[in-house]
Every structure is written in structure tokens, then in C-alpha cells.
């Protein structure tokens, strides 16, 4: 059973459209990421959700938009895509409270082209 | 601001060798340094972490040295197999809260049989 699944695997399509990543957890972790790797393999984290509330947000485009709706989940809206958006998003997930390993938990990611 | 530098870009070693990735960084309040390790098409997954008070971790055949002095660590990895083929980053954060993971560039490696 995957501890951390995204869908879908792969998105691709044109630019100026809105797209959706869904993320969830059966680790019972209390903390979500969303993690960009660029084509240079370049991870950088863009936000993160501790107990469905947002905690990290880095200098992303107003264009994310993530959603927790419980701390199971945690979904990546991104409005008016441009070319620049091409990447493979990670989500992760982490206990931070209780038992802190510091480890987090990657899933297989989600391969976005914007054509 | 790349506050991880993570040298080679990549790497390839025969079966074996004794691959060393090395890392540096600039925040002095940075005191926790995990290793991941990437396939393709997988998502990365820690390998090995190391905290400042000590200069050595080993976990089989996986070794992290710490030189704070310098602000540098190191992933050693012994005997190399192929199946250690992957790229390999390693990363820096303030604790194990809130994962703000600064990673580095990452190091391609290839284990020849």
C-alpha cells in the first residue's frame, strides 16, 4: 500500500489552463509538502501544511494555489499555466509532532508539461 | 541563493569504488544534514543523516563525514554496487520541524559492473 500516492503520474497540456494534483498519506503524519524538482533535478520546497494549516510558503506565483482539505490530503491547484510551470512536483509528508524522525516522505511525483 | 553546494555534478565509479559526493554550506544555524537518494521516476528517500555533534554516521555501507569547522559533509558510499545507481542529494535544515529542506544540486552516479 503507498504511504504517499499523487495524481496523476503525468499532465500534459497547453498553456493557460488550470490544472489539479491530488496527494495523500496513510502514514498518519500531521505535515504535507509540495516540493518542485526542475529539469536540472533542482529541488526546491514551495509550501507546506501542518494539520491542514499552511506553514511554509515559499516565493511561488499566486498562480498555487494548495488546498488541505484534512491532513491526509494536500492538493496543488495551478491556474493559468505557462511553460515555465514544466516540472516534476513532489509531494511529501513528515511527522513534526510527537516521534520527529526529521524524515520525509516522498511520493513517486507527478510529471506536469505545458505544451 | 544556493545556501547547499553539492560537487560532482556526476559521477561514475566500477564496481567496488568508493564513491564521495561532498556538500557545503553557508547557514551557520543548519544542524540537521540528511542524504537523499533518487531513482528514476521515484520520488527521493533518506538514506542517512548526520547531526553537528558528531563527525561520522555510518549505516552499512553508507557514510556521512562532518567537518563543522569547514561547513562541509560528505556521503561516502563503500564497495559500490549497480544498484547504487541514482543521483543523490544531499540537503540542510534548522531541526527536524518543518521540514524546510535547503537541498543541494544533486550528483548523478553510475556504478559500472
Known amino acids: 500500500d503507498t504511504a504517499v500516492s499523487q495524481t496523476p503520474k503525468y499532465l500534459v497540456t497547453q498553456m493557460g489552463n488550470d490544472k489539479s494534483i491530488k496527494c495523500e498519506q496513510n502514514l498518519g503524519h500531521d505535515t504535507m509538502y509540495w516540493y518542485k524538482q526542475d529539469s536540472k533535478k533542482f529541488l526546491k520546497i514551495m509550501f507546506s501544511?501542518?494539520?491542514?494549516?499552511?506553514?511554509i510558503n515559499e516565493t511561488v506565483p499566486n498562480r498555487f494555489s494548495p488546498k488541505s482539505p484534512d491532513k491526509a490530503h494536500l492538493n496543488l491547484h495551478i491556474n493559468s499555466l505557462e511553460l515555465g510551470d514544466s516540472a516534476v512536483y513532489f509531494c511529501?509528508?513528515?511527522?513534526?509532532?510527537?516521534?520527529?524522525?526529521?524524515?520525509?516522505?516522498f511520493g513517486e511525483g507527478s510529471r506536469l508539461t505545458v505544451l | 541563493q544556493q545556501q547547499v553546494k553539492q560537487s560532482p555534478q556526476s559521477l561514475i565509479v566500477q564496481k567496488g569504488g568508493i564513491p564521495i559526493i561532498n556538500c557545503a554550506y553557508e547557514n551557520t544555524a543548519f544542524d540537521y544534514f540528511p542524504w537523499y537518494q533518487q531513482f528514476p521516476g521515484k520520488g527521493p528517500a533518506l538514506l542517512i543523516a548526520?547531526?553537528?555533534?558528531?563527525s561520522e554516521k555510518k549505516e552499512g555501507r553508507f557514510t556521512i563525514s562532518f567537518n563543522k569547522s569547514a561547513k562541509q559533509f560528505s556521503l561516502h558510499i563503500m564497495d559500490s554496487q549497480p544498484g547504487d545507481s541514482a543521483t543523490y542529494f544531499c540537503a540542510a535544515s534548522k531541526g527536524t520541524g518543518f521540514q524546510k529542506l535547503v537541498f543541494g544540486t544533486g550528483t548523478r552516479l553510475l556504478v559500472s559492473p
Open positions: 501544511y501542518n494539520n491542514k494549516e499552511l506553514i
Open positions: 548526520i547531526r553537528p555533534d558528531v
Open positions: 511529501a509528508s513528515s511527522q513534526v509532532g510527537g516521534v520527529n524522525t526529521g524524515e520525509l516522505f
